[in-house]
């Protein structure tokens, strides 16, 4: 009931912005509405942009495991967000928070200066790792990231990043302390530590690009140790690998940990593909346990558009339809497959693989359909497979 309460409200709200700007805009002259109601004062610079997105999942997983099945079946308003962005006094800002689970979430909530050949991020953001982390969830191919990014525990964090950027590359470097919980009960932050960097370069040639990329993070967990998990592409399941570093546990306490990763990835008109490996060693265990995963993905816009990318940042965008559905165009359509994988054997949890299809109809700029039928394997040596199947499909809108 209180999911669907505050679906009701942002979308409610949505419209009386939208109505808003519109009105305003013919007014002041400082309003437009692209998708987005945003306000700008040209002689200033000021702006500011509502900003958000909501995400409605529908799931129907199985688990079967020596005979024996588990099912999911269930709906979850996924993301529910809400938040704003633009500039002051040339000074840029976002601030973005979750509101679903009757708890106040921040998710991008940071400040922008502009410092000659630098950029400085001050605030609440993503650490500096990962092409698939660092995209948008907007204008990711699949309703989940790549494995590794959940399993190695890629997040936001309160601190400072550090960015340099030119037409074809991206060097950016960050130092962080620990993460905020439901804001509408406290302000403290957990006694985690990371730093991070990150380097991209991009090769644009004649109708096609190369990313290339190489990110690095040490993690300290602040005596609270970690577990290194994951879903297996599935939201609505319980997680199916698991591995418990906290404090008293047989496999003892994580300290520290070293994450690296390499990014690949290639658009060629309609055609895309992108490759992560990632990487990490655990401190603190006996062994130092050493865990890897991997994910490859190739899609194709059956209607010609192109992937959107930013070789400046080295990252993915939004991807917009040649003819809208309101324009009396088909949208944009996309098919396309991933190849997952994840390798937990060095503590005996497992290797899960996971094989992805997937089909993406962009209607609009700002709405899409996603569809993904979802078949993976965890083996876990000692004991029988466990097999995933099943359909997901959600509804997405963002303004």
Known sequence: MTRRFLAST????????????????QEAGGWE???????????SGDSFTFRGRVFLDYGDIDFTSGGTRTGFNDSELRTARLGVTGSFRGVDYVAEFDWINEEIAANDVYLTFDAGNFDVMVGHMKTTNSAEEITSSRYITFMERGLGTDLFGLDRRVGVTVMHSGSNYSL???????????????????????ISARATRAFVGEGTTVHLGASV????????????????????????????FRPGRPLGEADTSFFWGLEAAVIHGPFHAEAEWMNMTVDGPAGNPDFNAQ??????????ETRSYSAGSGKFG??????????????????????DRADLDTVAAGELTNLTLGVNWYLEDHFRIMANLVDGTLSVPGANDTDVSGAQVRLQWDF
């Open 217 to 244: 993070r040490h993690l300290d967990y602040g005596g609270a140790g970690t577990r290194v998990r994951v879903r297996p592409q599935t939201h609505i399941t319980d997680r199916i690998v698991t591995a418990d």
């Open 318 to 339: 939004r991807t917009r339809p040649t003819t809208t559905v309101s324009e009396g165009g088909p949208g944009a359509w996309e098919v396309a497959v991933r190849l």
């Open 33 to 43: 509405f692209d998708g987005v109601p945003s306000w700008s004062n040209p002689d």
């Open 295 to 304: 994910f490859a993905n190739f899609g194709w816009f059956l209607t010609g």
């Open 172 to 194: 950016a470097a960050g130092i962080y302390g620990g993460r905020p919980g439901d804001l509408s009960q406290t302000l403290e932050l957990d006694d985690s530590s990371a």
């Open 10 to 25: 942002l979308l409610a709200a949505s419209a009386a912005l939208v109505a808003t700007a519109t009105a305003t805009a």
